[in-house]
């Protein structure tokens, strides 16, 4: 199994996904192109849910509790869910977390916002489900937050994915990305939950984004 896949600055699109390449409307003055197309994502989605269920057997998990991060890691737990149950794994609870850096600016401000009520994650193994790991900070928090302040059993981290040079240099090693869909280069992307200023996140794709296009 790929711990996870790398995504060339050109982009990785199917040739099943070629027809689709071009944008109107609304889209066109956004989107510069299709980074990585919905085939893609969908065949990633099932390996990593494959993978997820295999070691949630091998820990003998009756069920998997997922703390997802909103907004942006809402479309990909729902399709990583269902995946898990079409592959015959264990019951899904869902719980909603909401974690912001970037409002609705694309630098980060280097604080962290939690919002949201997560019920009975005590001694509870969690899995924190989200779009991109790009500085680190949303996902360090959050798991400090998790383990320290709602006393977690554990927490393991999936992001769809991981844009490692923009990692904070402190979290650099510290920072464990449990399961990793895509590693992408160090380019502004929406899409599959993902915002361009709160816009894109409902492409079925990752797009990359026209800085003009970048409010
Ligand atoms: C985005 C993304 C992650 C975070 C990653 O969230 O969804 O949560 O930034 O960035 P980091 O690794 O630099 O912390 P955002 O703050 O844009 O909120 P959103 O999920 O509502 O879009």
């Not at 912001?100 to 001694?123: C, D, E, H, M, W």
């Not at 490692?164 to 599959?192: E, T």
């Amino acid at each position: 199994m790929k711990t996870t896949i790398q995504v060339p600055v050109r982009g990785l699109v199917h040739p099943r996904d070629r027809k689709k390449r071009t944008f109107s409307g609304a889209y066109r003055h956004r989107i510069d192109r299709v980074l990585i197309s919905s085939t893609w994502i969908r065949r990633r989605v099932r390996e990593l849910a494959r993978q997820l269920v295999g070691d949630l057997r091998l820990r003998r998990s009756s069920e998997l509790e997922l703390v997802v991060v909103l907004k942006g890691g809402a479309v990909f737990a729902n399709a990583l869910a269902r995946e898990i149950c079409r592959l015959g794994g264990p019951p899904v609870i869902f719980n909603y977390i909401t974690a912001s850096s970037y409002g609705s600016r694309t630098v980060s401000s280097g604080t962290v916002r939690i919002a949201g009520q997560i019920p009975f994650v005590r001694n509870k193994d969690i899995l924190i489900v989200e779009d991109i790991a790009d500085t680190g900070l949303t996902l360090a928090r959050l798991k400090e937050y998790l383990l320290t302040e709602r006393r977690a059993a554990s927490v393991r981290i999936c992001a769809l994915l991981d844009k490692p040079s923009r990692r904070k240099r402190a979290l650099k090693n510290r920072l464990a990305l449990d399961y990793v869909g895509f590693r992408i280069p160090d380019i502004f992307v929406a899409g599959y939950g993902s915002d361009c200023a709160e816009h894109l996140r409902e492409l079925p794709f990752i797009v990359a984004v026209k800085r003009r296009g970048v409010k």
